[in-house]
């Protein structure tokens, strides 16, 4: 008897806890690897970031996480002294023009999914919101939103637009 009120009460603190850990886990739009069907290049996610993110012990987080349709512009690598920032934007991550070569550009659909097929490389890829290039992550080269690309195989590059959230 004793046996089985330990388990009864083991089971009743592990479905507590697993209960709270689903209320505090953000949920993500599909990863749509699934969708893939080139041989080399790149594939990804263009998720939209807003709202609040700070960790809060009474749940009152309200950051969204959404796929969305955005034009994907492919870039050689580019550095920070390759482009022009915008000025009047209120973010590092906006840019007025960038002075390396264009090479293609792609759309993602409503998931948020994109892939291009691309020669070995490496590359940048920003996204296109209103007028302005948005891209807010380097690697630790110096290279704005980077994947590098080889021969017959593919890369995964998630894009993250993140200007309109606080963590």
Same mark, same amino acid.
């Given at each position: ?6 388990? *009864?009460?083991?089971? #009743? ?8 850990? %689903? &209320? ?7 990863? &749509? +690897? ?10 990804? &996610?263009?998720? #939209?970031?807003? @709202? %609040? ?7 009152? $987080? $309200? ?12 870039? =050689?690598? /580019?550095?920070? !002294?390759?482009?022009?920032? !915008?000025? *009047? ?10 002075? /390396?070569? #264009?090479?293609?550009?792609?759309? $993602?659909?409503?998931? @948020?999914?994109?892939?291009?097929? *691309?020669?070995?490389?490496?590359? $940048? ?7 302005? #290039?948005?891209?807010? *992550?380097?690697?630790? =080269?110096?290279?704005?939103?980077? +994947?590098?690309?080889?021969? &017959?195989?593919? /890369? ?8 309109? +959230?606080?963590?």
């Amino acid at each position: 008897m004793k046996k089985m009120l330990f388990k *009864l009460f083991n089971l #009743f603190i592990l479905s507590l806890i697993l209960n709270n850990c %689903n &209320n505090s886990v953000e949920i993500f739009p599909p990863d &749509n +690897a699934y969708k893939v069907t080139i041989k080399q290049g790149v594939w990804g &996610n263009v998720w #939209f970031w807003e @709202g %609040n993110f700070m960790p809060s012990t009474d749940n009152s $987080s $309200s950051g969204k996480i959404s796929a969305v349709v955005r034009e994907i512009y492919v870039y =050689e690598a /580019t550095r920070f !002294d390759e482009v022009v920032r !915008d000025s *009047l934007s209120f973010s590092f991550s906006f840019y007025k023009e960038i002075k /390396t070569k #264009f090479i293609d550009k792609v759309t $993602s659909d409503k998931d @948020g999914f994109f892939q291009i097929s *691309l020669p070995p490389g490496k590359y $940048s890829f920003f996204v296109k919101e209103n007028s302005l #290039f948005y891209g807010s *992550l380097t690697d630790g =080269e110096g290279d704005l939103v980077p +994947a590098e690309v080889k021969a &017959n195989s593919i /890369t995964k590059r998630q894009i993250d637009i993140n200007y309109k +959230a606080v963590y």
